[in-house]
């Protein structure tokens, strides 16, 4: 099983940004407060020193070209990555930035695999 927090509703590319994308969207338009923005970067840091960054890995992951509308999903079994979810989605809910969970024992082409996520291309695209 595997879930992604994202939103309901595609960007102007077509794309359906996941929940880390869209608190850091809020940031870089200077929207959120200065105890949100505190909360991001320590939080987004703790990610980045305990979740591998697909693209270190293999930098064509999300190259739309090559993987059409590739998107990361956690493992269910990683529930500790997704300790702190909550708390970006609290911000993005305190900003009326609608995000939803999904979850799905099959979202889709596995194109990357570690311990704590998948990055897959949605079947309807790949």
């Known amino acids: 099983m595997y ?3 994202q939103s309901p509703k595609p960007n102007g590319r077509g794309t359906y940004p996941g929940v880390f994308g869209l608190v850091n969207g809020l940031a870089a338009q200077g929207r959120l407060s200065n105890a949100e923005e505190r909360f991001r ?3 987004n840091a703790w990610y980045e020193a ?6 270190t890995v293999d930098p064509t992951v999300y190259d739309r070209s090559i993987n059409p509308g590739a998107a990361a999903w956690f493992k269910l079994s990683a529930g500790h990555l ?3 979810v909550p708390g970006y989605l609290a911000i993005l809910a305190a900003h009326d930035v609608e995000c939803v969970r999904l979850e799905s024992v099959d979202p889709g082409r596995i194109i ?3 311990d ?3 990055v897959v291309v949605p079947h309807e695209i790949g």
Request: aromatic content about 14%; overall charge neutral; proline content about 5%.
């Open 3 to 5: 879930v992604r927090f």
């Open 41 to 43: 970067r320590e939080n």
């Open 112 to 114: 990357y695999e570690d």
């Open 50 to 55: 305990n979740f591998t960054n697909p693209a």
């Open 116 to 118: 704590g996520q998948v």
């Open 82 to 84: 997704m300790q702190r």
